[in-house]
């Protein structure tokens, strides 16, 4: 079993910034894939993905409409991931779920993501 807790979303002005911070525990963090999805307001069937991350770091993953503006990383010696937020806009407001892949390589498939955490919300105001 592994336990996902977000943290770190909040109101923010166009062209702000956050830090979402995720903590794991259960199973050995360092052992398995992370990623990071958000779901829009009205957009509840759809949980699109953000960013991932192999279990090293080494490999990452951006969805087109936040390269160059959000930042995937992780300590595995503290059991977290985080995303660094910049160049908030409008439409990057969503709740923001982690997930954990602990049975295969890094994905860009929320599908493939066994264990999500309760999510946060991130609100952009223009």
Same mark, same amino acid.
């Given at each position: %079993?592994?336990?996902?807790?977000?943290?770190?979303?909040?109101?923010? %002005? !166009?062209?702000? $910034?956050? &830090?979402?911070?995720? !903590?794991?525990?259960? &199973?050995?963090?360092? =052992?398995?894939?992370?990623? /990071?999805?958000? %779901?829009? #307001?009205?957009?509840? &069937?759809?949980?699109?993905?953000? !960013?991932?991350?192999? /279990?090293?770091? @080494?490999?990452?993953?951006? !969805?087109?409409?936040?390269? @160059?503006?959000? +930042?995937?990383? &992780?300590? =595995?010696?503290?059991?977290? *991931?985080?995303? %660094?937020?910049?160049?908030?806009? #409008?439409?990057?407001?969503?709740?923001?779920?982690?997930?954990? =892949?602990?049975? @295969?390589?890094?994905? +860009? *498939?929320? =599908?493939?993501?066994?264990?999500?955490?309760? @999510?946060?919300?991130?609100?952009? $105001?223009?």
């Amino acid at each position: %079993q592994v336990q996902l807790v977000e943290s770190g979303g909040g109101l923010v %002005q !166009a062209g702000g $910034s956050l &830090r979402l911070s995720c !903590a794991a525990s259960g &199973r050995t963090f360092s =052992n398995y894939a992370m990623g /990071w999805f958000r %779901q829009a #307001p009205g957009k509840e &069937r759809e949980r699109e993905f953000v !960013a991932a991350i192999n /279990w090293s770091g @080494g490999r990452l993953y951006y !969805a087109d409409s936040v390269k @160059g503006r959000f +930042t995937i990383s &992780r300590d =595995n010696f503290k059991n977290t *991931l985080y995303l %660094q937020m910049d160049s908030l806009k #409008p439409e990057d407001t969503a709740v923001y779920y982690c997930a954990a =892949n602990t049975l @295969g390589a890094v994905s +860009t *498939l929320g =599908n493939v993501y066994d264990y999500w955490g309760q @999510g946060t919300q991130v609100t952009v $105001s223009s």
